[in-house]
């Protein structure tokens, strides 16, 4: 029998994705077995919140075959079933299973907010440091927060304690202002001049380090046409509602509008959270071959051209022809 909680320690299992992978549920085990080597081997993996293993059973005489799982086993046989044994495991981990590093409440309660808002999962990019990760904006890729596991003593305090932390950009002007060395500290392993650290222990309140998180993320887009975040986005919003009946843009063309057509992708994320899809119709955007958006933020790309449709304007092949359609601004 080989014990998977090594394995399972710092995974979250999705008890649904176990199900459409082919495990039955027995009580509250989890149960799959699938036979390798010309049915001749039968593998049983079983997941439960007591016990997690698997097993590789011989249906020839129905008892275990402890040899896979002793590294001292040697030969091309027992080397094939292992390998075969190995690859189902390491298949379900994969598919059922997702990291979970991060085990405060606070920082669950964090990493569930940003992916709500923004849609981002945390990235690991090192293999070395796999218990530290990174927040991007998709718009351009620019970090805007680090989730931690690091010692206290890595923030100046006398503590060699394990705790998880946050990383957020801030204003340079206004760093010295925040940064108390009781609460918030200078970024570690940053710019201390525009990161600051924050450790999750709810010494701050979730819903004030959410602000905090809000104003990182519009600091990673940047001051473009004198604009950030939310006011940013209010003036892609205001835009829509001047779009003529009939009449469609294009993502470049509002990004245009608004002295920068290189915003054409921020243009796209901020329809994505469209907060009132009949006070700014977002339908009237397309893309530059004036193709329909597959993930249409109010019921993907046939309920917009419902909507296009009802304004006058032709749809073919989930396409309309920009060049009847198009709005020509004065």
Known sequence: MRNLDNKLRDRKVDNKKLLEYGFRKENEKYIYKTKIQNNQFEVNVIIAND???AQLIDLE????????????????????????YDEIIEDIITKCTSKEIFK????????????????????FLWEKFDNNAIWRNKQNNKWYGILLTISERKLGIESDKIIEAIDLRYQKEKIDGICDNIKIYPGYHMNKKSWITIKLDYSIETKEIIKLIDNSYNLS????C?????????KVYEYLTTIPKGKVVTYKQVAESLGNKGMARVVGNILH???????YPCYKVLNSKGELAEAFVFGGKNIQKERLEQDGIKVVGDKVDLNIYQWKEE
Do not use: H
């Not at 959270?273 to 006070?279: A, Q, S, V, Y």
């Open 61 to 84: 005489n129905e008892t275990e075959f402890i040899l896979a799982d002793l590294e001292t086993s040697t030969g091309q046989f027992v080397g094939k079933l292992r390998q075969d």
């Open 104 to 123: 405060s409440n606070q920082a669950k309660e964090i990493i569930s907010y940003i992916e709500e808002k923004y849609g981002d999962k945390l990235e």
């Open 273 to 279: 959270k469209n907060p009132d899809g009949d006070k």
């Open 51 to 53: 016990e997690n293993y």
């Open 226 to 234: 004198g604009m950030i975040g939310n006011n940013l986005a209010q």
């Open 221 to 224: 887009i940047g001051n473009k």
